[in-house]
């Protein structure tokens, strides 16, 4: 069977138009969201879309909304024509691909190019500024945030990210229109933000939670998995690995989570690794435990040289 090749939009009315004439062709159109760099983790993604829907559309953005000015907006990879190449090889394929160039830009500076304008983006430069969104001035300023389950894990070291990933899935929403999205587990907190969101704000879209996708040694897929060196790479298996021998645990009658952890963070520092935090969490609140009593997530970030990656796993016991 010939590879499908989708069709390219960058216009965010032309992603408007096209999804509503499929749907009033009574298509269902499922969405899944990516910052590019596809790798397989990606492909399952779009895999477990075909389950929940007709049509296929990718988005392909890197959000500057949820990086602040001091990280790795400028380094992120990318490959376009390498992710088209991957989509097409994905059975069933893509049905459009989504690829806006800025989806801040309402043409802020065009419409307020006055000195006191400009005056007042330079005074707020590096003073107060807390995205690469803001750093720009491009005139945005209404944010979703989904305040309790942000606050913990991921949320204390990045302050800004997922009130930035809130605010960029809203507007995908709004402008794909999908009756189904679907997010990969391995951004666990991500997932359930996402959840909650639809949830609260009403909107009539499933969301779809798909199991985290590892290389055959189950280092956990990543874009950010580029920038690790060798040497990294083999060391950043003690994540994956610590969380195994903890889920074993647990298993097998070990319920307190202050001991799973200093387990897992002792093979993790040992390794060479950095540990931002490992926490054991209830599934759905995002709430700390002490005790497993109930399904619970156990996830952790650490850092392997300047490489930030995340894992986890869950423990239903």
């Known amino acids: 069977m010939a590879a499908k090749n989708p069709v390219i939009i960058t216009d965010k009315d032309e992603m408007r138009k096209w999804s509503r004439k499929m749907r009033s062709q009574g298509k269902t159109i499922g969405l899944v969201p990516t910052m590019g760099y596809l790798h397989q983790g990606h492909l399952s993604l779009i895999r477990e879309a075909h389950n929940h829907s007709q ?8 959000n500057p909304g949820q990086f602040s000015p001091s990280e790795d907006l400028s380094t992120y990879p990318s490959d376009f024509h390498g992710d088209i190449l991957k989509l097409k090889s994905v059975p ?14 309402y043409n802020y500076n065009e419409r307020q190019n006055t000195k006191n304008e400009k005056e007042n983006c330079a005074a707020g430069h590096g003073a107060g500024v807390v995205s690469c969104v803001e750093e720009e001035c491009s005139g945005h300023e209404t944010w ?90 083999e060391k950043a298996l003690s994540i994956s690995r610590s969380l195994l021998e903890a889920k074993s645990a647990a298993e097998e009658g ?5 001991e799973l952890k200093d387990l897992a963070v002792t093979k993790i520092t040992q390794a060479g690794g950095r540990i931002d935090y490992a926490e054991i969490v209830e599934q759905e609140s995002l709430e700390a435990v002490e ?6 997530v156990f996830c952790i970030a650490a850092w392997f040289g300047k490489v930030r990656l995340i894992d986890n796993i869950e423990i239903n016991i």
């Open 55 to 62: 049509l296929i559309v990718v988005s392909i953005y890197v």
């Open 92 to 105: 069933g394929g893509v049905d459009a691909v989504f690829c806006p160039k800025n989806l801040y830009d």
């Open 144 to 233: 979703v945030r989904v305040e309790r389950l942000e606050k913990g894990l991921c949320g204390k070291s990045r302050p800004v990210f997922f009130r930035g990933v809130a605010t960029i899935v809203t507007k995908l929403f709004n402008i794909v229109e999908p009756d189904v999205a679907v997010f990969g587990k391995k951004d666990y907190q991500q997932w359930r933000i996402i959840q909650r969101m639809v949830r609260d704000l009403d909107f009539a879209i499933e969301i779809v939670g798909s199991e985290i996708m590892r290389d055959s040694d189950g280092l956990a897929l990543s874009s950010r998995n580029v920038h690790l060196s060798p040497e990294e790479r």
């Open 254 to 258: 070990e319920v307190k989570c202050r």
């Open 291 to 296: 005790e497993i009593k109930s399904p619970v």
